[in-house]
RNA sequence: GGGCGCAUAGCUCAGCUGGUUCAGAGCACCUGCCUUACAAGCAGGGGGUCGGCGGUUCGAAUCCGUCUGCGCCCACCA
């Protein structure tokens, strides 16, 4: 078949994903094949494809495809995630533009909306990730909202409940006032924020609720909260407060009594050493209060402004109020000074709004348990962290998790399978029917009227976590005893996990959990951790910088194979990836090569007649034990998920070996035709390495295997088999490099003495040690040989231990020559010095391994060898 | 503040159990070539005190200590 001399990507890939697409190629079932199995992170439904995901699905991709090629039964499960906050906020602002605000809807129409906005925007990236290349099993695309996949959400927050693991309670969360709900702990960045603190006099009271002349001094960055404070505290060992013990003083501006209480929590040296406590707006403060009873004020509304309980600013938002206030302060005296200052502020890690500390009733699971046997399951090594320094992050995390807040005061998510009861009693159920029977065990006379199911619905993560189970089998989570099903029991645990750090615990430790909880088994073997996509300065890849290129944009300009490449090129596991296009510029390149190397091959005629020239012979036998060498190597690097290095090495046996000198070798004089048996040689090389190429580059490798001959329906490279490696000759494979290096001593010598390539050379070979690739050495470097020493004016070179020369009768400068030898001589001398020096230690010989000596000693002797050659080819110079 | 990790060529990184001629690769750079697969290419070439200091060892890029400079995770001294 004829091949444009140009490749084009874009053709070729939509025509061969679609081809993939239309034969299933793709679709897994449980067969009796090993399993090989890997779930996608699901991408949030809104999202679009990012860099991130490029790396990301790369990797997968790459490993899917490997495993597919080894014979497994490989199951890429994809999908998306329903991303609770995210989506809900997409959707209130499109009601917005259409003029609906979210108050003004009931929780069903909302859904309506949402689902709608689901149908018609979600799972773009899905799409996007087909240009890419990935091999999912599109037939089992799962979304976390799914019918079945809710009821398995809502089965496992009955079971947890059940089992006591999950309750109720009061507590302080982390409240987002842009996205109107608590959010977990693991939620919240901490970002060093530059602000002011605030230095405050509070007079104390005379008793009726005057101020005296007395006062103290507080430091807070929050200003703006003064009138929800309780107390002032200090600490009982402080003796510049002791004159205030049992005092009262005045909030500012409000006049408010408040008492002066004793605590250790107080440091004394840090501020002033006194502490308003605000139990309602900070985690700390609410402790204290616990402690001394105060009252708990909140003056913050949902939206973080501020209330009718604050009597001033009312309305305002708390930063706005906050300006204020110090105005306010200033003008009634009470503001002593303000100070430059550096704290951690919480952020939200979906909306980035500043957390506001918040007293709430959430739901939230027990953590320990779980945590310590997920903890177990890394540490026993039965899931293994690549790179394995995430071992020590992920135990100090395991030791030190709080509960889990699990509700979320949204629409968008499964509703919490909780209905209280007139009396206030709970009810946790998986549908209202079952909650009124149970309701009815308490009282006969109980209807559905009476049961009011809680409004929140449940974090995303905790459908998430049981991703691994519930795209197989979505009955399990919830229900231990039930049997698994068929693809449960084939497919489980799955094999790799490739994702970002970022998630490790959101993401990976429950998954761990769960499949510890529901399976009794960990949910994968391996987690393949990617580092974070950066530019080129370093910078995080990020929509708001607009320093990331759309993919998409990358793909059709490049295709996708080089984008690939491109990624994976710099992507040592866990280090962070500084992406520059020019790698995928290499990539595209890459591309190039192998499409011009199959239209040299293709293009050639055959003798099927000819007989095989010495040189072919020589080249076929290197490049067969080549390639098995470098298959085992190829296959140590995967198995250590190793990928660029893999890719790394196909690389340079494509280019290097396999174009630069392989083909270079056989290739036929212009006009004359290849025998028979060298192109036959050639094309099962061919075929061998466009199929290791194939798990990173699968577009170009299906176009090409596609071409070299006529395929069956459905057919496609991915279905055959990982070229295997047989045993390789080492030595021979050793004398072949030097004869190289010989090649590239003669180039040298042209390229600096100006000879051209078509002139040929005489080369002199002090010995037989090459015979059998002399025909090599001829053809590449273009020389006659003779055997022996050359007498007159020449350049020459040490291969290993054997001199060659090059007859240069015409070109050499004979002073020129015999410096070159006399540095080589010298260098060789301080060599065998220090070689000498090494085996004079009676330390260095008694006590290293006899094979390091050996090795020492073999070193001497080819250093005398090579003296020797060099005084003689000098004393051929007449020196 | 606590913990973890990193530092090797201009850039990005390998270097695994301390020992092959170990100081490497890719890219970038320099020189010469439009040689009949490929200029998105071919051939040749330069470039590093392995962050500093100290130690262990017959032997250190590799192990230990320390300093410096980065990065990450955890942690609300208000």
Known sequence: MELNSKYNPSEVEDKWYAYWEKNRCFHSEPDSREPYTVVIPPPNVTGILHMGHVLNNTLNDVLVRKARMDGKNACWVPGTDHASIATESKVVAKLKGMGISKEDITREEFLK??????????????????????????????????PELSKAVIATFVHFYKKGLIYRGVRMVNWDPEGLTAVSDEEVIHRDTKSHFYHLKYYISDGKGNPTDDYLVIATTRPETIMADAAICVNPKDERHFRLH?????????????????????????????????????????????????????????????NEQAQILVGQDRFEARKNIVKMLEEAGNLVKVEEYTSPVGYSERTNAVIEPKLSAQWFLKMDELASKALESVESGKVKLIPDKYRNTYRHWMENVHDWCISRQLWWGQQIPAYYLPDGKIIVEATPEEALKAAQT??????????????????????????????????????????????????????????????????????????????????????????????????????????????????????????????????????????????????????????????????????????????????????DNLLSRTITEIEDHYSKFRISDALMAIYKLFWDDFCSWYLELVK??????????????????????????????????????????????????????????????????????????????????????????????????????????VPVLSKLGNVKVFKGKFE????????????????????????????????????????????????????????????????????????????????????????
Not at 493 to 517: C, K, Q, S, Y
Not at 706 to 717: D, V
Not at 736 to 763: C, H, M, T, W, Y
Request: proline residues 5%; aromatic residues 10%.
């Open 113 to 146: 909306y949402a689902w709608e906005w689901k149908e018609e925007h979600g799972g773009i990236i899905l799409q996007q990730l087909r240009k890419l290349g990935a091999s999912c099993d599109w037939d089992r695309t799962k979304f976390t909202m799914d």
């Open 792 to 879: 007159g004016a020449a350049t020459s070179f040490i291969v290993g231990t054997v001199s060659m020369s090059v007859a240069l009768d015409k070109f050499v400068n004979v002073d020129e020559e015999r410096a070159k030898l006399a540095a080589d001589l010298d260098r060789q001398r301080a060599f065998l010095d220090g070689v000498r020096r090494k085996l004079a230690n009676k330390g260095f010989v008694d006590h290293a391994p006899e094979a390091v000596v050996a090795i020492e000693r073999k070193k001497e002797a080819d250093a005398l060898q090579r003296i020797d050659a060099l005084e003689n080819a000098l004393k051929s110079l007449g020196a």
């Open 246 to 306: 049992g005092k009262k003083v005045l909030i500012p501006l409000i006049n408010r009594e408040i008492p002066v209480i004793e605590d250790d929590y107080v440091e004394m040296d840090f501020g002033t050493g006194c502490l308003k406590v605000t139990p309602a707006h900070d985690a700390h403060d609410y402790e204290i209060g616990l402690r001394h009873n105060l009252p708990v004020m909140d003056i913050i509304d949902d939206h973080g402004r501020l």
């Open 668 to 773: 036929p004089a212009y006009g004359c035709a290849v025998d028979g048996i060298t192109y036959e040689a050639t094309v099962t090389f061919f075929d061998k390495l466009i199929k290791l190429i194939h798990p990173v580059m699968p577009f170009i490798t299906e176009e090409l295997w596609q071409a070299m001959e006529k395929r069956g329906e459905g057919e496609s490279i991915m279905f055959q088999r990982t070229p295997v490696a047989g045993p390789f000759d080492q030595d021979f494979l050793g004398k072949f490099a030097l004869l190289q290096e010989a090649i590239v001593n003669i180039r040298a010598v042209r390229s600096q003495k100006g000879i051209a390539p078509k002139q040929e050379l005489d080369l002199y070979i002090a010995d037989g040690t090459f015979d059998e690739l």
């Open 442 to 623: 308490l009282n006969p006379a109980y209807t559905a009227a009476d049961l009011r199911q809680d409004e929140d619905v449940l974090d995303t993560w905790f459908s998430s976590w049981l991703w691994p189970i519930s795209v197989f089998d979505a009955e399990r989570p919830g229900h231990p005893e039930h049997k698994p099903n068929r693809d449960l029991s084939y497919y489980y645990p799955t094999n790799d996990l490739v994702t970002g750090p970022d998630i490790l615990f959101f993401w990976v430790a429950r998954m761990i959990m769960a499949g510890g909880e529901f399976m009794g088994d960990v949910p994968f073997r391996n987690v393949y951790l990617t580092g974070i996509v950066r530019d080129k300065q370093g910078r995080k890849m990020s929509k708001t910088l607009g320093n990331s290129p759309d993919p998409l944009d990358l793909i059709a300009k490049y295709g996708a194979d080089s984008v690939r490449i491109g990624m994976l090129l710099c992507s040592s596991a866990g280090n962070d990836i500084f992406y520059d296009e020019s790698q995928v510029e290499q990539g595209r390149n890459f591309c190039g090569k192998i499409w011009n190397a199959w239209r040299l091959i293709n293009g050639w005629n055959v003798d099927t007649k000819g007989e095989q020239p010495d040189y072919a012979l020589a080249a076929v036998k290197w490049f």
